[in-house]
């Protein structure tokens, strides 16, 4: 199971760190995702951390502002967002690739987490 934490009400430029914290897997042996969606829209792929370390972003709007990384002796995956802009704005959520580098596929999504970036 996922559970994702850390959201919340900040401001324009502000900063937010997600945490997605795993029972009954062992994160460093899978990939891990970050996905975010606004209600009515499409939920859309933030960025991905393979079990080597590997890390991807797949939005250029979040490149050079979120980090993904990952805590082995934790279990956790961490999402350090920067700069937030009121785009950024929706539920956050983790989940488990099917395999151990990134991919398409994923699994095991967690409950979500609420970033609202407003002044």
């Known amino acids: 199971q996922l559970q994702a934490s850390g959201g919340g009400l900040v401001q324009p430029g502000g900063s937010l760190r997600l945490s997605c914290a795993a029972s009954?897997?062992?994160?460093?042996?899978?990939?891990t995702g970050w996905f975010r969606q606004v209600p009515g829209k499409a939920r859309e792929g933030v960025s991905c951390?393979?079990?080597?370390?590997?890390?991807?972003y797949d939005l250029d709007s979040v490149k050079g502002r979120f980090t993904i990384s990952r805590d082995n002796a934790k279990n956790a995956v961490y999402l350090q967002m920067n700069s937030l802009k009121p785009e950024d704005t929706a539920i956050y959520y983790c989940?488990?690739?099917?395999?151990?580098?990134?991919?398409?596929?994923?699994?095991?999504w967690g409950q979500g987490t609420l970033v609202t970036v407003s002044s």
């Open positions: 951390i393979s079990g080597n370390g590997f890390t991807i």
């Open positions: 989940a488990i690739g099917i395999g151990y580098y990134c991919s398409r596929n994923f699994e095991s």
């Open positions: 009954g897997v062992t994160l460093a042996e899978r990939a």
